[in-house]
């Protein structure tokens, strides 16, 4: 009998230990190609580590030799090299990008007054040159070179991650206030901004469909992300309600909210909404986790492993914590707030009378009859 040989470039990031269980559950003798800089306890010790760089293509030439594999997939390195190398070394090839392809995703504004449509689908106008978006054309240009080496692959358009070993930790933002007291939070424009994240369990679990249904998968880009999307005042809530924190919202237009900008990262409060039909209508996919329990998770890893203050984590979320200054903002708002005059026109505008809401339209009857 022929074991089922499987190659994971990466393994060691937040996706990589949930694929490694998910091929090792099908299967598979499973190999990760990675640095060796850093190792992590959940791959277990009957996989084998392969040490090189991959985004040296001669580095990955040397590594692997004539092996070959039944399955490769590349969640890390210069997946350009990777494919050119991996072309006659794997019967099935699944990757990993980047969302940033989408024109306007790095700069909203390209993609017209309020930013992108919602929501993205793949399809969507892609960045058109280095001139519009430097790394979005780059991306862009790396997934053609892809399927050209690999026309039967499939990509994956990545949101921002989040979950073990995440190396953006948005999260951190709202954890570390509300361990160091905070309860007082700026949220730019009441934090209704939607934004696709994807929990690592929940993007390695899309990748196992993929694994699971080749033909209904190959040769396609799919967007991948949580089905289920929170608003940023959603994903702060959540957070502070698990972590026992009263949380104080307050709410600031963007162009004064300074202190909320790293909570939005990017430059509009507009939405960056991936839409995952396709994923679901070709491979059957849902959340593995509900948003949710898996912000929660998150916390629990982030405050079993704290970033290190002013560490890699820190610098990259660009945020000083600098509550002082906060305080000070926050109170001259406050302020400022109290100093608006009462509206004065002769009719006070209203919600509109198709509402009937709190605020909104009366009941024309006090009493409902049923027949």
């Keep these: 009998m022929t074991i089922a040989t499987a190659l ?31 190792e ?12 090189t760089d991959p985004y040296d293509k001669d580095c990955l030439l040397e590594a692997l030799g004539e092996r070959r594999f039944n399955l490769c997939i590349a ?20 990757s990993a990008g980047g969302a940033p392809a989408y024109l306007g995703y790095m700069n909203p504004e390209l993609a017209g007054p309020g930013g992108m449509n919602v929501p993205i689908l793949e399809g969507a106008p892609k960045v058109e040159s280095a001139e519009q978006d430097d790394k979005g054309w780059r991306i862009l240009r790396t997934e053609q070179a892809l399927f050209e080496a690999i026309p039967t692959a499939t990509h994956f358009r990545y949101p921002f991650v989040y979950g073990r070993y995440q190396l953006l930790p948005r999260e951190w933002l709202l954890v570390k206030r509300f361990l160091d007291g905070r309860q007082r939070l700026i949220l730019p424009d009441g934090g209704q901004t939607l934004q696709s994240f ?22 396609k ?47 509009l409060t507009s939405h960056r909404v991936q839409d ?5 209508y070709d491979l059957g996919y849902k959340d593995k986790v509900e948003p949710r329990e898996a912000l929660r998770r998150t916390v629990d890893w982030l405050l079993a492993n704290p970033p290190q203050p002013g560490g890699v984590e820190e610098m990259v979320l660009e945020d000083p914590f600098d509550y002082e200054a906060e305080d000070r903002y926050i109170d001259a708002w406050l302020q400022l707030k109290k100093q608006m005059p009462a509206y ?5 505008p209203g919600l509109g009378m198709a509402y009937s809401g709190p605020g909104g339209r009366a009941r024309s009857q006090q009493t409902f009859e049923e027949e």
């Design 8 to 38: 994971v470039i990466g393994g060691t990031g937040p996706t990589g230990p949930y694929l490694v269980e998910g091929l090792l559950q099908r299967g598979y003798q499973v190999a990760i190609l990675h640095r060796g800089t850093h």
């Design 40 to 51: 992590v306890d959940e791959i277990p010790p009957e996989v084998e580590h392969i040490h």
């Design 75 to 94: 969640t890390y390195g210069r997946l350009r090299a990777i494919a050119q190398v991996m072309a006659s070394r794997c019967n099935r090839f699944l």
């Design 198 to 219: 994807g929990y690592a369990e929940n993007i390695a679990h899309a990748m196992m469909l993929a694994v699971d249904q080749p033909d209904a998968s190959q040769c």
């Design 221 to 267: 880009i799919y967007n991948v992300a949580d089905a289920t999307i929170l608003t940023l005042r959603q994903v702060a809530e959540t957070i502070a309600e698990h972590m026992g924190v009263d949380l104080e919202v307050i709410n600031m237009p963007w162009e004064l909210a300074t202190p909320g900008r790293p909570l939005v990262m990017q430059p």
């Design 276 to 280: 995952v039909s396709a994923l679901r």
């Design 344 to 348: 004065d026109g002769e009719v006070e």
